[in-house]
């Protein structure tokens, strides 16, 4: 596609629900990061996909996070037993390859309400 | 750590120049970068500058990277009204698992007054 697309672009859930949260990188990207924008914590990295593996899940905030790639493109980003807390703005992110060199292109997120 | 931190909020006339700053603290920061975020828009890459850099010019953009205080700076000159936006300074450490990961500011917004 022409950019990164994630959807929904809104979703509000109850406490409690889980909510599935996709990105579609650009073809031919092989690195894929997820981040979230929320006021209390500025843009906070969550995990990367280089290819189908994540080196780095050290960025995700509880248990209840998890996020899986498939055939090298497509990503969901799970969170279960949504929390008021989990309430932010999910940006995904895809690059060429991994490292500094590599210019991230970013979506337009999803931004979660948890009521 | 890896903290950036930045202003939060600048207000400037139309015309003028605009000096947006950040500082960090890991000091083998590789690359530094600044994005723009406009409202209900993804980020998007201004421009980015290599740590043993001092200056990068591009257009209406300057980035001034001082490695011994672990500042960096964004101006903008002649500031137009879409330049308003929210303007993000970010770091890569660059090593090891954490290669791919950027480590961003909380965002300064820029508000432009015609």
């Known amino acids: 596609g022409a950019g990164v697309s994630q959807s929904p672009s809104n979703k509000v859930t109850e406490k409690g629900k889980d909510v599935e949260l996709r990105c579609d990188p650009i073809?031919?990207?092989?690195?894929l990061y997820w981040y979230r924008q929320s006021l209390g914590q500025g843009l906070e990295f969550l995990i990367y996909f280089q290819g189908n593996s994540a080196p780095d899940k050290s960025g995700l905030p509880s248990d209840r996070f998890s996020a899986e790639r498939t055939g090298g493109s497509v990503s969901t980003l799970t969170i279960q037993r949504t929390q008021q807390e989990d309430s932010a703005v999910y940006l995904c992110a895809s690059s060429l390859g991994v490292g500094s060199t590599y210019e991230q292109y970013f979506g337009p997120g999803t931004r979660l309400t948890v009521t | 750590g890896e903290d950036v931190e930045q202003s939060l909020f600048l207000s400037v006339r139309e015309g003028d120049s605009s000096v947006i700053n950040c500082t960090y603290t890991?000091?083998?920061?590789?690359?530094l970068y600044w994005y723009k975020q406009e409202p209900g828009a993804g980020l998007q890459l201004l421009t980015y500058i290599f740590s043993n850099m001092d200056m990068k010019q591009d257009q209406r953009l300057t980035v001034l990277l001082n490695k011994k205080d672990k500042h960096l700076s964004l101006r903008i000159a002649d500031t137009q009204t879409g330049d308003s936006a929210i303007y993000f300074c970010?770091?890569?450490?660059?090593?090891?698992?954490?290669?791919?990961?950027?480590?961003f500011g909380r965002g300064t917004q820029l508000t432009v007054w015609p």
């Open positions: 970010a770091e890569s450490i660059g090593r090891g698992s954490t290669l791919g990961r950027l480590y």
């Open positions: 890991d000091s083998s920061s590789t690359y």
């Open positions: 073809s031919g990207h092989t690195a």
